[in-house]
């Protein structure tokens, strides 16, 4: 007679190396992994949504590396409430193992799994996976939550030890998952994940997108030669100087752990900054458990009741990157084209909707996370309050980014807004960051006709924008 399995939830943990829960898990018996597609996740999301594609290759992956191990991968569509006790009373599993999540939504959701999973007698551990230090774990001397970044990033450091950034072994054989053969049938559909959920599949590959593990190790091997440059290249979005990682560290196709080892072991200037970057990612992480209600309104009291004057029709064009400058149309066409946009554009879009369009960020903010591949409730509430001014920042409100001379010093050439504004292709180095301040154009373009003028002026937008944030 098989022993009963013991379920491992995947959630933002899609990979099968370096595994917090299912290491756990394998130490109390053989081990069935579970994936529950929640439609209170995927509801109004497009028919193609790229992060639904990118979620089912990974599962793709991990189902034919158990499948080869005699085990499988169950996944199925519904509330986790109610699927997983489903599956514990029909495996007659007895435990349930997780990684725990810090958005408000997964929170509650967690808890109620919990529960109901208790009262059938089902034992529930949840386990840190996804970063270094959780929750209340990094606190002030006065026992306080960290709201700038600086003392966190140097406490997060003091902190560090190789015990905190260890793997997580995972046995991969036989033994250690529970055998297909003596799963109940319901639960061994042949289905692939992307029909479970009735989207359809984006193409990845169109996009220069894998996914998995397999997809996350051939950009780690490929940053391992760069990082060294990282602190030179990183801001330029024509330059190959980031990670491209950042989808991969979203749903866990590689280890928070496995990425600061990478950085710790290089151990160069460029190393340091990028470790410095994973840090963020905590910092805004501990900062949403602490403070949930950032997910919706400004964390600085004084701007909750900001009434922002900005107009529709401007919003409608920086989301459509027709704003007439050109960086930021080119950010914004990235974004829509890719699911993905370079994180010094990211700061300039954001500085634009909100300083230069006077556009409250919560609406720029859902609209990235409509578009983001790589959209984490955390980073992008902390990022959008970071651009307003609204959030955790050292930095007083008067900072406003000059969308002409960001353009200027980081696509000096133009090459990246010709890649994403071909339209503006023929314009030489200088014409092509301002082309309303050119004084000559070729004569085949026209401004207005071929590439919108520009839909504010920034220098009268910023002195808008220091009265509204001064007040």
Not at 37 to 49: E, H, S, V
Not at 436 to 463: C, M, N
Request: glycine share 6%; proline share 6%; charged share 20%.
């Amino acid at each position: 007679m098989n022993p009963s399995p013991v379920l491992c939830w995947l959630r933002r943990d899609l990979r099968l190396s370096d595994h917090a829960a299912l290491s756990r898990a394998q130490q109390c018996g053989p081990v069935l992994a579970v994936f529950v597609f929640d439609p209170a996740l995927l509801a109004g999301l497009p028919r193609n949504d790229k992060r639904v594609t990118f979620i089912c290759a990974a599962l793709d992956e991990i189902r034919a590396g158990l499948r080869a191990l005699g085990s499988e991968l169950v996944v199925c569509y519904g509330d986790p409430l109610q699927q997983l006790p489903r599956i514990a009373q029909d495996c007659a599993a007895r435990q349930l193992f997780f990684a725990r999540d810090y958005e408000p939504m997964a929170l509650a959701r967690d808890a109620a799994v919990t529960q109901a999973l208790q009262a059938l007698g089902v034992e529930v551990e949840a386990v840190k996976d996804q970063v270094v230090f959780e929750q209340d774990e990094l606190l002030t001397k006065a026992g306080q939550p960290y709201s700038v970044f600086t003392p966190y990033a140097r406490a997060w450091r003091a902190r560090l030890t190789p015990a905190s950034y260890a793997p997580w072994q995972v046995k991969l054989d036989s033994r250690h998952f529970a055998a297909r053969s003596g799963l109940p049938a319901q639960w061994l559909g042949d289905e692939k994940p992307i029909g479970v959920t009735g989207f359809t599949r984006a193409d990845l590959a169109a996009l220069n997108i894998q996914s998995g593990e397999r997809g996350a190790r051939v950009l780690l091997k490929d940053f391992a030669t760069r990082i060294a440059r990282y602190s030179e290249l990183r801001d330029y979005p024509a330059r190959k100087g980031v990670s491209y990682l950042s989808a991969h560290l979203r749903f866990g196709t590689v280890s928070i752990r496995e990425l600061v080892r990478l950085a710790l072991g290089d151990g160069s200037a460029g190393a340091m900054v990028w470790l410095n970057e994973l840090i963020w990612r905590e910092f805004y992480q501990q900062w949403l458990w602490h403070f949930p209600t950032a997910a919706h309104t400004s964390f600085k009291p004084a701007y909750r009741t900001l009434r922002w004057p900005g107009e529709d029709s401007h919003f409608a064009a920086w989301c459509a990157g027709q704003t007439g400058y050109p960086l930021v149309d080119a950010a914004m066409r990235q974004l829509n084209e890719t699911g993905y946009m370079h994180n010094r554009l990211r700061m300039v879009a954001a500085s634009f909707l909100v300083k230069d369009l006077l556009i409250d960020w919560q609406r720029g903010e859902r609209y990235f996370a409509s578009q983001l591949l790589d959209y984490d409730m955390a980073a992008n509430c902390g990022g959008w309050q970071w651009a307003a001014s609204t959030g955790c920042d050292a930095q007083p409100w008067f900072r406003i980014f000059n969308p002409v001379t960001q353009s200027q010093k980081f696509d000096a050439d133009g090459q990246f807004i010709r890649r994403y504004v071909p339209e503006l292709a023929m314009l030489d180095a200088q014409a092509i960051h301002a082309p309303w301040l050119a004084k000559t154009l070729p004569a085949s373009f026209q401004l207005g006709r071929d590439y919108p003028a520009p839909i504010v002026e920034h220098a009268s937008q910023r002195e808008k924008a220091l009265a509204l944030f001064g007040r």
